[in-house]
């Protein structure tokens, strides 16, 4: 064969795994729009995140199905209603919920809120709405999961005053309009796999504060 035979099929060859990469590397969660892969999975917890200046050294999880998906739960009278959804993917909705967005949009830097937010359980399941007022207070659409989840565990950190982080520019970190802003966070015992024996403390709801 000769070498511009090789190379020519060297390089027709190359061409579908360089497709398959592209598409792998497309389908992950790790930039401007990272919304978890399967929003109707049952346990959607991130690994033990490392709490800054914790002293004996800590970790936490965090429920990203509650802030990247949004959750149907029973409320008081044992109604199902929605909760979370407080960050998404450039201005696209995950599968599993719905909402209406400002009349006027909002920078992709910019803390904003959604409207009358619905969500459903399974992919044929009928959307719940949330309990009045319906809305849910979003982190800016240009912050990755990686960004918005570091700035919730250094909000959650003790002596941060609950921000976002530290001074920016910090690129590990979800910042709004290029600045700190505050992150409210609540814990909850929940059992974080089908196999878990026992509840752990998590952090399981966080938005902006606005």
Known sequence: MSSFKKSLFCTSALIPLLGLGLYLYSNTSAATGSVPNNCFADYMFTDPLLIPESQPVQKIKINRKHIY?????PNIAKKPVAV??????????????????PTVPAANNEIYTTREVAVRETLHSSFKD????????????????EQINNSIVYAYAPNTSGLS???????????ALDQQFTIIIHTALKFTSQSAKNEELVINSAYPKQ
């Open 69 to 73: 998906c949004g959750e149907v739960i």
């Open 84 to 101: 979370g959804l407080h960050a998404k993917s450039a201005s696209k909705f995950p599968d599993s919920a719905t909402g209406k967005l």
């Open 130 to 145: 949330k309990d009045s007022p319906g809305t849910s207070s979003m982190f800016p659409d240009n912050c990755t999961e």
């Open 165 to 175: 982080g530290p001074t920016p520019p910090n690129s590990k970190y979800c910042y």
